[in-house]
């Protein structure tokens, strides 16, 4: 009776297929059952085997995975429409517990796989190194430990790995460095250890690599310097040592650059604003860096947060701040800047004029000794934290900060107030 391609042919609709199925589970042997599925025995078992491993389903998500619905109707799946093989596994945010069934490995034409948000638990199974088909992999925000299997490098078309936030421990396998389509890595916030494999360089799609907190340690291999198209790199706190190899501000086209938290030491290039005209986000606080801020930094025209705090930068600040329209924190406290008590050390207040955007100005504890220009008075309206601090002489506190609903905080500790003009 129904052949595989009556099926195909006419279950065009959920409805239709569930009265096929329905009769089908009635009226043929069990035996038969999956055969006459129309799709694959073997993604139909697969699937089984990944619904007996969740322990809990508070939405009852998987209720409807049973033989009243072809499994390509299942909640979740996508079938290809021809061959009726899975092509894709979404159920991100479900609050699923349970472990992941090895036999996902055999869903052999999964191009994407989501899961990413629930509450998965015990290692990844390393049968989904045979998914050579598979793009998208999102296992984040679950509870996987172990480690990640070296046996991924068998998904040669994966575009986008995300196992950020688990309890993946061991080292960043080298053999992930076969991807070589791979665009984006996010590993971030789990227990991984044993550096950056410097062959990861050899992966020139790389476009998003996020280790953040991660102990990993070692230095940042000079061989990242190849990901030509990297617009996002994060490798905060990462226990990282040594200095940041000049091959990284290469990287053109990065918009985010953190590598905040780590015992990072040496200066920066002189060049860097020219080298990285598209940053929008450069955050290196809390790390050993040395030598003066460069002034083409005044070049990064889209720059929003400049975060150098927390390091030993030191020489004059000569930033002019004029094109950095959309800048709207800055934060240079605990350096050691000039520090002579020149007049115009405080010069460069003058050139925020322009930045309607700030929200945050701190300049605490950065040796900063000058006159504060009467111009911070015309700093933006948004201005809600300004943090100065140090001994420096005011002008004049600008009579609008008198008013508490124009600033949140500000904090002009051991300053010393001319009484003078004070209004
Ligand atoms: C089902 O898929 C598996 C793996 O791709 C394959 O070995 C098997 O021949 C397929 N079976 C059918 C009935 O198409
Ligand atoms: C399959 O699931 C649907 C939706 O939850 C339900 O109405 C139907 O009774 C179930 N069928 C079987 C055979 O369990
Ligand atoms: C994660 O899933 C839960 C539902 O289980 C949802 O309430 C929460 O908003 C989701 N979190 C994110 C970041 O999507
Ligand atoms: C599917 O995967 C499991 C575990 O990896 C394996 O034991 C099984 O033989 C595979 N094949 C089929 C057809 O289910
Ligand atoms: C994992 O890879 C190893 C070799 O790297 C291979 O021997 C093994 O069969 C693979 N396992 C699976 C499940 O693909
Ligand atoms: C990968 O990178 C390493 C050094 O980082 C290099 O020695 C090796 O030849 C590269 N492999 C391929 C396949 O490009
Ligand atoms: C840069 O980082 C910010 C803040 O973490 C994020 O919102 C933004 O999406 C990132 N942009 C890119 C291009 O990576
Ligand atoms: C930066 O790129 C240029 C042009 O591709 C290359 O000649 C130079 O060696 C690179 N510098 C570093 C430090 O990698
Ligand atoms: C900023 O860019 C302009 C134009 O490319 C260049 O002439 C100037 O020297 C740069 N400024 C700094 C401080 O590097
Ligand atoms: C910071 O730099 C100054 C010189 O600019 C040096 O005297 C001081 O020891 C450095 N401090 C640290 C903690 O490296
Ligand atoms: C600052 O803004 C004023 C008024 O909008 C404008 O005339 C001036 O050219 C701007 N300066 C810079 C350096 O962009
Ligand atoms: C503050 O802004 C006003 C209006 O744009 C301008 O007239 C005044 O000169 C500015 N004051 C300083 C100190 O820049």
């Known amino acids: 009776m129904n052949s595989p391609q009556s099926i195909i042919h006419l279950s065009s609709s959920s409805l239709i297929s569930f009265l096929f199925y329905g009769l089908a589970i009635t009226c043929l042997p069990s035996a038969t059952v999956s055969a006459s599925y129309g799709g694959n025995e073997t993604d139909y078992h697969a699937l089984l085997s990944f619904k007996s491993r969740i322990t809990h389903d ?18 979740g799946i996508s079938c290809g429409k021809r061959h009726k093989r899975v092509t894709v596994l979404w159920l991100q945010s479900q609050g699923l517990e349970g472990s992941l069934s090895p036999h996902v490995g055999n869903l052999s034409f999964l191009r994407y796989f989501s899961i990413w948000n629930n509450s998965f638990q015990g290692t990844i199974p390393h049968e989904l190194g045979r998914l050579s088909r598979l793009r998208h992999l999102y296992l984040s925000i679950n509870k996987f430990s172990g480690v990640i299997p070296t046996n991924l490098s068998g998904c040669s078309n ?27 890595l996010e590993i971030h916030f789990n227990k991984l250890t044993g550096g950056i494999p410097p062959f990861l360089g050899n992966i020139t799609s790389m476009e998003v690599f996020a280790v953040v907190g991660n102990p990993l340690g070692g230095s940042i291999p000079d061989t990242l310097g190849h990901w030509k198209s990297l617009t996002e790199f994060d490798s905060a706190e990462c226990n990282l040592y040594g200095s940041i190899p000049h091959s990284i501000f290469n990287l053109s086209l990065l918009v985010n650059l953190s590598l905040a938290g780590n015992h990072l030491t040496g200066s920066l290039p002189s060049e860097i604003g020219n080298q990285l005209p598209n940053l929008e986000f450069l955050q290196l606080r809390n790390n050993e860096l040395t030598g003066v801020l460069p002034p083409s930094l005044s070049n990064c025209s889209k720059l929003g947060l400049l975060e150098m705090s927390d390091n030993n930068f030191s020489g004059k600040l000569t930033i002019d701040f004029s094109k950095l329209r959309d800048i709207y924190e800055i934060r240079l406290y605990d350096n050691n800047f000039h520090g002579r008590g020149k007049a115009d050390d405080m010069r460069f207040v003058d050139s925020l004029k322009n930045c309607t955007k700030l929200v945050k100005l701190e300049l605490v504890n950065c040796n900063l000794i000058g ?44 300053n010393r107030f001319p009484k003078e003009k004070i209004q």
């Open 58 to 75: 508070p939405y009852k998500v998987l209720t409807t995975w049973n033989h009243s619905f072809h499994f390509c109707d299942w909640s």
């Open 158 to 184: 994966l575009e986008d790995l995300w196992l950020n936030l688990n309890e993946l421990t061991g080292s960043i396998p080298k053999e992930i460095s076969l991807l070589s389509k791979l665009t984006t």
């Open 371 to 414: 006159v504060l220009p009467v111009s911070i008075g015309n700093l933006s309206d948004q201005l809600e934290f300004l943090h100065l601090g140090n001994p420096m002489y005011l002008e004049a506190l600008p009579s609008k900060y008198g008013s508490p609903s124009c600033l949140n905080f500000i904090y002009l500790s051991n």
